[in-house]
């Protein structure tokens, strides 16, 4: 008799509450497919700790971890949090399912996403899911299309020996190659450019301090109640529904998103309107960085 696969969800976080991420969102909208959820949570200076504790199920994991201050090299502190996670999964899961604070699965892709688990799990030359991707900004109307953005990143993988965040976290390798992959037909939708302007000043000052140094940050972002949406090149009315576990969130947004998409064409560099037209029109993305090895 064939074992039930064993999933196991993981994340790292802090500050959530200071820095209004949807970790809650972000968690118990694949919770249901998991049979474990390992949370790393920082030195949190408010009650995110809490926030964590109030997720009412079992498979919740909480491991406590102190985030290097001192680090500013490329965001690797990003990928240091999503390791000390990973390697807190139970030896039996058969699968690690990666989410950030900032990202949810619509519930209607998670019988997709584990039918195409069980599919590859005995697939010796898949060793992660790739995923498609929606990056909402401004607000939970609009979502950017640009060459700046990703378009598909690693979310899951087989939880083998060698796994490891790769630079920023953003997507994962297994012993410094890239990871073999198949492309699912599924979403990650990313809320992180959906907030007021004060928030998203907030945002990229907390985030830079990760990367570059704090004269750098007060030069390029000083504190400001205002934000300047100029580096989404296109945006698309979004006409679907948000996940349900984000409906509360959607609903309570009061401020007053514009968009000028005129003003931003003309912003964009040459180099990027002629490629994002080759694009439109060919469905070619020439010159993409791929953090992965497409296999099926």
């Known amino acids: ?21 949807p970790i809650v969102e972000a968690i118990t909208s694949i919770l249901p497919i998991c049979d474990e959820f390992i949370v790393a949570h920082g030195n949190s200076e408010d009650n995110t700790l809490a926030l964590l504790q109030s997720i009412d199920s079992p498979k919740i994991k909480i491991i406590e971890t102190v985030w290097n201050d001192d680090l500013r090299e490329g965001g690797k502190v990003f990928a240091l949090e999503t390791d000390k996670a990973y390697a807190a999964i139970s030896e039996d899961m058969d699968w690690a399912f990666y989410i950030q604070g900032d990202e949810c699965v619509h519930e209607k892709y998670l019988p997709l996403i584990k039918a195409e688990m069980e599919a590859c799990l005995t697939d010796p030359t898949i060793e992660g899911l790739l995923f498609h991707y929606r990056h909402f900004y401004g607000s939970y109307d609009y979502y950017a299309h640009s060459r700046r953005w990703y378009r598909r990143e690693i979310r899951i993988v087989k939880h083998l020996p060698g796994i490891h965040a790769y630079r920023d976290a953003q997507g994962f390798r297994i012993n ?33 301090q990760f990367y570059n140094s704090e004269e750098w940050i007060e030069s390029r972002y000083p504190v400001s109640d205002q934000f300047d949406y100029g580096n989404a ?15 509360e969130r959607v609903a309570k ?44």
């Open 176 to 208: 410094d190659r890239k990871i073999k992959v198949k492309l699912i037909d599924a979403y990650i939708y990313h809320y992180g450019w959906v907030k007021p302007p004060t928030g998203l000043n907030k945002k990229v000052r907390n985030f830079n």
């Open 253 to 296: 947004a009061g401020w007053k998103f514009t968009f000028d998409p005129v003003a931003a064409k003309k912003k964009m560099p040459w180099r990027r309107k002629i490629l994002a037209v080759i694009e439109k029109y060919l469905g070619i993305r020439l010159f993409e960085y791929r953090n992965y090895k497409m296999v099926k």
């Open 1 to 21: 008799m064939k074992n039930k696969m064993k999933v196991a969800g993981f994340t790292f976080i802090r500050n959530a509450v200071k820095n209004d991420y």
């Open 233 to 247: 090149d296109e945006l698309h009315h979004f006409t679907e529904e948000h996940p349900q576990v984000m409906k």
